[in-house]
């Protein structure tokens, strides 16, 4: 006998297990849901349905796994973006999203809940080895997710984006030292032990400057004054394949003027100096690149500096130095946490580091301006009001 409907729902079984469905109207259509154990969770997902068909945030049911959404967003929605950050957000998923028992959750069972659940666990045991990971690569991991699942509520798969509502890690670095940031002794000692390694420069650009790596090694010699004491950012350059790529800085903002301190430039000169010589040793063996231009930083032979190349260096540079660990992007974060310790403007710091905002500034380095909460509140009371 055929099954009957029961206060709008029915159980359509054939094998004999439950297997309730119920049928909601959106913009006229009808749309079946099936597959609910009980009759109880089939009324309270129909009751949920009904209240998002009138409010216009209803979705259809869907079976897609966020691992799954976030090889569909990787692939098809992550653009506007450089390569290389491109490549940041998918090394970020693999290592912390979907290679993690979250990855098999439904996208549309996926609560805060679970995802506080989650980046606790990564945190406790989500590094090398089993090792603990930072708060701010589980904060990054969560930035990157939220982007996906920003994207999910966009193309109606779920109905809003559970990741805002999540628990993160704070910031365990306050009283022992930021872990992303080298003390002034540390980089004094660590410039000091690598001085006369090749790329020895452009990490005394990068720590005077706060300039991002692909920013850095995009640089040409048009684009320093070493006489006014400047250099122009107006593009940056990023991995590709086996090759680089040549493109606009990260904002709009990105695109700036920043001064060079007299050690910055003294690097500069005789680097300059070497680079000539090793240029005119090399006669017409010397590569040229029409995109490229002549560059600062250099292989041996006059070819561009790939950004993960310099990235492997410095480690092995930090290593052998027995300076504490740091990435290569660490150093933009050692300059301007000095900066902010020192009391330079808030909106100072942030054209000098290309920020699209002051905002995102404060949000970042809020925790090393100096004093207490109140001193960072009333930086962004000054930045509010344009002071």
């Not at 207490?372 to 509010?384: H, K, M, Y």
Request: hydrophobic share 40%; glycine share 8%; proline share 5%.
């Amino acid at each position: 006998m055929a099954a009957k409907m029961q206060d709008g729902l029915i159980n359509r079984t054939t094998t004999g297990k439950p297997n309730w469905s119920f049928l909601v109207r959106v913009n006229g259509k009808a749309k079946w849901h099936s597959g609910y154990p009980t009759k109880k969770a089939a009324r309270e997902a129909r009751d949920a349905a009904r209240v998002a068909a009138r409010e216009g945030t209803y979705v259809g049911r869907s079976t897609k796994t966020v691992g799954e959404w976030c090889t569909e967003w990787l692939e098809t929605y992550s653009g506007g973006v450089t390569a290389s950050t491109r490549d940041s957000y998918g090394r970020v998923l693999r290592l912390y999203v979907t290679s993690w028992p979250v990855a098999d959750v439904k996208l549309q069972h996926l609560n805060a809940d679970t995802l506080t659940r989650h980046w606790a666990t990564i945190h406790a045991s989500g590094g090398q080895g089993g090792k603990p990971l930072s708060a701010r690569t589980v904060q990054y991991a969560s930035t990157v997710l939220t982007k996906a699942l920003n994207r999910a509520v966009k193309s109606k798969l779920i109905p809003h984006n559970p990741a805002p509502d999540a628990e993160r890690p704070r910031g365990d670095s306050q009283d022992a030292g930021d872990p992303d940031a080298w003390s002034h002794d540390a980089l004094a000692g660590f410039l000091a032990a690598t001085a006369g390694h090749r790329l020895w420069p452009l990490w005394v650009v990068m720590a005077y400057t706060g300039l991002r790596r692909g920013e850095a090694l995009a640089l040409r010699w048009d684009d320093v004054d070493l006489d006014a004491g400047n250099l122009r950012v107006s593009r940056a350059v990023s991995d590709v394949g086996h090759g680089a790529t040549y493109g606009p800085p990260k904002t709009k903002q990105s695109a700036r003027t920043v001064p060079l301190t007299e050690t910055a430039c003294a690097a500069l000169r005789d680097w300059r100096k070497a680079q000539a010589a090793e240029q005119l040793a090399a006669g017409p063996a010397w590569t040229t690149n029409a995109d490229a231009g002549a560059l600062v930083f250099t292989m041996p032979g006059g070819r561009c500096v790939a950004p993960s190349y310099a990235t492997k260096v410095f480690a092995r540079c930090v290593s052998e130095a027995g300076a504490p660990a740091l990435t290569l992007h660490g150093l933009r974060h050692t300059f301007a946490t000095h900066l902010l310790r020192l009391g330079t403007p808030v909106h100072t710091v942030s054209r000098l580091l290309g920020h699209a905002s002051p905002v995102l500034t404060l949000n970042t380095y809020a925790h090393v301006i100096p004093g207490d909460e109140s001193a960072a509140t009333d930086a962004l009371d000054r930045l509010v009001n344009g002071e």
